[in-house]
């Protein structure tokens, strides 16, 4: 699943590419993406001009005006701007916006578990569940170290499965929690409400840290991640311990291990990530 970084980057590319056009016709092959049906979009968005494109956690806002498309990604969603219609089509096309100047936004969606859902500009958080529960952004303005520490001392879960959660902190998924774990000399299966004041501090910084470092590196592309513009990220050359199980750690040279935490493959060392307590 893209997580924040990536997200991000999809964001900077498709603002760079569609804002200022303006939607001729919707079309799709697989109604269910769209909440409330394709006729629903067809009728709100033709004719209205793309004036901008935020982000909030793992979710895209597609802006226009006073509508806005909440888009998230899931496991596999991915934009593409065609040229042309008559750009040949892709596998897994399952969403077009053809535009006035006769380009195409097409979204794709190989296990089609991607949704788009139409609200009034403003009133995100009450129309999508998820944004109306979504925890603070990970950057030092927003990120606030004293209210993550007591978000954690509430919870006996392991820290891993706590960081996961979109309601203590946006956009951190399965590769940037055993990142940040790492970083910070973590057990992922340390109960959240058992780490030092130290560990909280240390986690807090190597969560805003590494997933900046990601958008910086244009995101990781570990599996089938791509941008806007077809482009790969380079965070996965950067990466300490996701998806290297079986390697030495780069900090100690203990042989990676993978276990399961909370249904989630999980990666971490054993000599730098010792369970404490």
């Not at 056009?21 to 409330?36: C, F, N, P, S, Y």
């Not at 879960?157 to 973590?186: C, F, H, M």
């Amino acid at each position: 699943m893209p997580e924040l970084p990536e997200v991000e980057n999809v964001r900077l590319g498709l603002t760079k590419l569609i804002v200022g056009k303006t939607v001729a016709q919707v079309g799709t092959d697989w109604e269910k993406i769209l909440v409330g049906g394709l006729a629903l979009f067809q009728t709100a968005l033709a004719g209205a001009t793309v004036t901008g494109i935020d982000r909030r956690g793992k979710y895209l806002l597609i802006r226009f005006g006073a509508l806005t498309i909440v888009s998230h990604l899931r496991m596999e969603g991915k934009y593409q701007l065609a040229p042309t219609v008559d750009t040949p089509k892709p596998r897994f096309l399952h969403v077009w916006f053809t535009f006035t100047d006769g380009s195409q936004l097409r979204y794709l969606d190989m296990r089609k578990f991607g949704r788009m859902q139409l609200v009034t500009t403003g009133e995100e958080t009450k129309a999508v569940a998820g944004l109306a529960k979504m925890g603070p952004e990970p950057t030092a303005a927003t990120f606030d170290l004293k209210a993550f520490k007591a978000a954690l001392a509430k919870r006996k879960a392991p820290i891993k499965s706590v960081i996961l959660d979109q309601t203590v902190v946006a956009g951190v998924g399965n590769i940037y929690a055993d990142e940040t774990l790492w970083l910070a000399r973590i057990n992922p299966e340390q109960p959240a409400n058992t780490l030092s004041a130290r560990a909280v501090k240390a986690l807090h910084d190597a969560i805003i840290a590494e997933l900046q470092k990601a958008i910086t590196l244009g995101g990781t592309s570990v599996h089938s991640f791509v941008d806007a513009d077809g482009h790969r990220g380079a965070m996965q050359d950067q990466l300490h311990v996701y998806d290297r199980e079986g390697t030495p750690c780069d900090r100690c040279g203990t042989t990676i291990v993978k276990i399961k935490v909370g249904q989630r493959g999980t990666h971490y060392c054993p000599h730098c990530q010792p369970k404490r307590g």
